[in-house]
């Protein structure tokens, strides 16, 4: 195989891994939605069993605005920047020679954005939690033990079916 034909496989290929890497990272095809995969979120039903007061309900709800609007806000700039980087991984990956700082600084700019998600994710799980009682945070901490319980089992099972299908 030349050279030419070796950057076009790879140029084909390296956006189908990404792809389907995110797809795994987010629980296979049907993502996160409805209940499937192994996600512990501090979900509305997850609340609904506390027996919140209404207060709670109103901070709660107002919490769940804040974030919704901010993710509004943001939501068409961080798609031009996912575009962005997806353009950026692109260029690299069919230009003539690999450079290997331009690589490491476009996953370093990947990784500080990932963390300044992260982080806000968690101010606002944090500020959720601040509503609560402490046997309310117990019953919630619990709910979801068992919630990655259920869900480390029920993974257990599929390497299992996985593994004799394979053996």
């Known amino acids: 195989m030349t050279i030419s034909k070796k950057w076009l496989v790879t140029a ?10 995110n797809v ?11 209940g499937h995969g192994c ?3 501090m979900s509305k039903q997850a609340f609904k069993k506390l027996d919140l007061t209404d207060a709670q309900k109103a901070e ?18 961080k798609r031009e920047q996912m575009q962005a980087y997806r353009q950026k991984e692109r260029d690299l990956v ?4 690999f450079n290997e700082q331009q690589a490491q600084s476009l996953a370093q700019e990947m990784v ?8 806000e994710k968690l101010r606002t799980q944090h500020r959720m939690m601040s509503v609560l009682t402490a046997e309310q945070k117990q019953k919630l901490t619990e709910m979801q033990d068992k919630r990655m319980q259920k869900c480390q089992q029920k993974m ?3 390497m299992e079916k996985k593994q004799a299908n394979n053996g």
């Open 12 to 21: 084909l290929v390296l956006p189908l891994a990404f792809g389907a890497t």
């Open 24 to 34: 795994m990272a987010k629980g296979g095809e049907k993502g996160n939605k409805g």
């Open 39 to 41: 996600d512990v979120e």
């Open 60 to 77: 709660l709800k107002t919490i769940r605005q804040d974030e919704k609007a901010s993710k509004m806000n943001n939501g068409s700039q």
């Open 94 to 97: 069919l230009a003539a020679d």
């Open 112 to 119: 500080a954005q990932r963390t300044e998600r992260q982080v």
């Open 156 to 158: 257990q099972k599929k």
